[in-house]
């Protein structure tokens, strides 16, 4: 009986410890497990897949996959309007990005101030970020109206002639580009602010007592110590921007125009690039599939880029 | 110490059986089928929901509503993933051939009791529903666009025009060149713009020819089709000669354009008048209808068809038949202006004597009955809407100054290459 329980009882003991190492080791994976499995089956799986159907003749269309290895890279590589659209996304990104960040490091700077209903300034700044950018783009394009636009009404009324935002080149990207920023930068001054506030005092009033103005402690204090902020920031922009869709689909008005953004492919951005051949008549997902990998290398050189360029300053500074 | 589970497995045994109770009462099991429609734009279907509804209290509806564009493309992609596409869809005579190659996709309408109805459409609306054998056929015809020429009275009368739609008529009875001589004198006199886009002209002279974009074996014959390429040089004159105001379909600019008047004149098939109507309320009395040059025309209109996924093809072919049924298209159109397809009604005073208050009392009955029998039909390719879209824009790069006529005329060609 004794032996009989002991024996039962040691093995009892050693099951716990197993079941307790096992606890140990397996619990911290299985808490995390629920991201990884999501992860892999709505990020890794489809990226995956996109690269198999990329090497395809694929169209939604028809069930036959005809495998042509890279030459859906090579026609992508080889079609005008892939590098028009390149360019157009390049020249929007620029135009949004830079002014934006600029003007979020600004209006952070502004609110570190002492102001009076600062929670309001701050919660205010947020709000644009709030509003759909299916709302934003709808608006803006009926404010950058030709004929009817309060824009185009402001600048007759100052005696500037009417634009017609559409049709430019250069006017469709601005117009496009006024649309993301006021979207983002408000978003971007609060990420600012944040990092501003962790900025320590004394180095203020260092620069304070050294006879530093406000406008050279935003930027040889300020910034330098808040770099790493401004690399986040500068990336996720690059990033999104990069990959602007709704703004220029929309602004293209119904049909055709949305697809191809404008007549001349004046606004069409590589998304809509990737749209056109792969949720257009020819629905062809190969050559859609090999559209979006190509975005994904163009994403990581820009940002990879951006990355190095801002660093170069924090060496030079 | 056991009781706490089990009550925790009462209580989750009472919760699922509460939201499976909550889930039958909202499904088909209460005997009620609900039929899903998808449009682009309104057709004016509502009253004939309800009124189905009274005579059938068992079917309910649920009408979605995208744009015309979108529609098209979520369709194709609902027939080709096998899912989400509505139980009733409507399809534009621009993109009926696409799917009538694929007629698989769709419930045979000629085995649900179609076949018995032939003689009721148009003989062009039914055969632009059947596949190329004639063994099948995918839709219904519900309205056609007889074509129609707006003109602004205001307008006409202060740049000395006529006003009255037979002399308005008889300004440009000869041909397209008489509209365009006109509308060169209308701009220079006024500084106005004639017409509200180049593509809307062109894609009314291309839809009066014999043969349009495609020939019978759906080649595309864009460069040799002489009458594609005389319909090019006239619209070229015209936007040279500044008449374009340069709006695009759909866009809330050109919708302002109809109240404004900041154009003249617009073709008008007959759905065109209700949208007129709708988004130009301000304008009432002013605009009105004359007869469109170059002869008779049809641009636009729909059938409604049923995918091959939709799992109720009795009601919904019961519901389809009943509502392209000659009483049901005259309501609509007495509703909207949306024409009907079925000739019996062209005789029908209920029809003919129709008048539009809007339209300055216009009879658009008469109007557009004298224009649907005109029509002679043309043939529509696969991708009829894609490539007069794609001629569009070449038009555009006109219109916006951003390319020559022969640049434009070369990038479509081009373009048209890849279809």
């Not at chain 1, 697809?259 to 056109?276: D, H, K, N």
Request: charged letters at 15%; a negative charge; hydrophobic letters at 45%.
């Amino acid at each position: 009986m004794t032996i009989a329980a002991k024996g039962s009882g040691a093995s009892s003991g050693t099951k716990g410890l197993l079941r307790y190492r096992l606890d140990l080791k397996a619990s911290p994976y299985l808490y995390i497990a629920p991201f990884f499995v999501l992860f892999a089956a709505f990020g890794l799986f489809p990226l995956a897949f996109t690269a198999w159907v990329s090497t395809h003749e694929w169209s939604l269309l028809s069930d036959e996959h005809v495998f042509v290895g890279f030459g859906n890279y090579e026609a992508l590589l080889t079609d005008p309007y892939f590098w028009n659209a390149l360019g157009n996304t390049l020249s929007i990104l620029v135009l949004a990005t830079v002014p934006q960040l600029l003007a979020a490091l600004l209006l952070a700077h502004v609110l570190t101030l002492r102001l009076r209903a600062q929670t309001f300034w701050r919660m205010g700044m947020l709000l644009p970020n709030v509003a759909s950018v299916v709302a934003v783009a709808v608006i803006f394009s009926q404010l950058f109206g030709r004929d009817f636009g309060l824009v185009n009404w402001v600048l007759e009324a100052l005696g500037a002639g009417r634009i017609d935002w559409q049709a430019g080149t250069a006017s469709s990207h601005v117009a496009i580009a006024v649309m993301v920023a006021w979207k983002w930068t408000g978003y971007n001054a609060l990420i600012y602010l944040a990092a501003m506030q962790a900025v320590p005092r004394e180095v203020y009033e260092a620069a304070h007592l050294d006879g530093a103005s406000r406008m050279q402690q935003l930027f040889h204090v300020t910034v330098p110590m808040i770099r790493p902020t401004i690399v986040f920031t500068v990336i996720v922009s690059t990033i999104y921007g990069l990959q602007i869709f709704a703004e220029p689909q929309l602004f293209g008005g119904g049909g055709q125009n949305g697809v191809t953004g404008g007549a001349s492919r004046q606004f069409q951005t590589l998304t809509l690039y990737l749209y056109e051949h792969g949720f257009n008549r020819g629905f062809e997902f190969g050559y859609a599939s090999a559209v979006a990998w190509t975005m994904f290398a163009v994403i990581v050189l820009v940002a990879l880029l951006n990355y190095l360029f801002i660093r170069r300053i924090r060496s030079a500074s | 110490m056991t009781t706490r589970p089990t009550r925790a497995i009462s209580v989750v045994a009472a919760l699922v059986t509460a939201a499976g109770l909550a889930a039958c009462s909202g499904g088909d099991d209460d005997g009620k089928i609900t039929l899903s429609v998808g449009l682009f734009g309104d057709f004016g279907f509502g009253p004939l929901y309800e009124e189905y509804s009274k005579l059938h209290p068992d079917i309910e509806f649920e009408e979605r509503i995208s744009e015309f564009a979108d529609h098209h493309t979520n369709l194709t992609t609902h027939l080709a993933t096998g899912s989400g596409a509505a139980d009733i869809e409507a399809v534009e005579v621009g993109y009926i051939s696409q799917y009538t190659a694929e007629p698989d996709r769709f419930h045979n309408l000629l085995d649900l009791g179609a076949d018995e109805l032939e003689g009721q459409w148009l003989d062009w609306k039914w055969q632009q529903a059947l596949s190329a054998d004639g063994e099948s056929l995918i839709g219904l015809g519900t309205d056609v666009g007889g074509m129609a020429m707006c003109y602004r009275r205001d307008l006409f009368e202060a740049a000395g025009l006529p006003v009255e739609r037979d002399e308005v008529s008889a300004l440009w009875a000869g041909s397209w060149e008489d509209y365009v001589a006109v509308g060169e004198q209308y701009t220079a006199d006024t500084g106005g713009y004639w017409f509200e886009s180049s593509g809307n002209m062109f894609r009314a002279m291309v839809e009066q020819a014999d043969e349009g974009v495609y020939d019978r074996e759906n080649n595309l014959i864009v460069e040799s089709n002489p009458a594609i390429g005389a319909a090019w040089d006239l619209t070229v004159e015209a936007i040279e000669a500044d008449m374009s105001n340069r709006l695009t379909a759909w866009t809330p600019e050109w919708n302002a354009g109809f109240n404004e008047g900041t154009f003249a004149t617009i073709i008008c098939p007959a759905w065109m008048t209700s949208y007129i109507e709708t988004n130009a309320p301000d304008a009432a009395g002013l605009w009105d209808i004359a007869t469109v040059p170059g002869g008779a025309g049809n641009m636009g209109g729909s059938h409604l068809v049923l995918p091959a996924q939709g799992e109720h093809p009795e009601e919904a072919y019961a519901f389809l038949e009943w509502l392209t049924a000659p009483e049901q298209q005259l309501k609509v159109f007495e509703a909207t202006g949306n024409f009907p397809s079925t000739p019996e009604l062209y005789e029908d005073p209920a029809l003919t004597g129709l008048s539009k208050a809007y339209f300055n009392d216009a009879p658009v009955g008469e109007i557009f009955t004298a224009a649907a029998t005109a029509v002679r039909p043309q043939y529509q390719g696969p991708l009829q809407g894609d490539v007069l879209a794609t001629i569009g824009q070449g038009l555009g790069r006109i219109e916006d100054g951003s390319q020559s006529p022969e640049d434009a005329w070369s990038q479509v060609l081009s373009d048209l290459e890849s279809f």
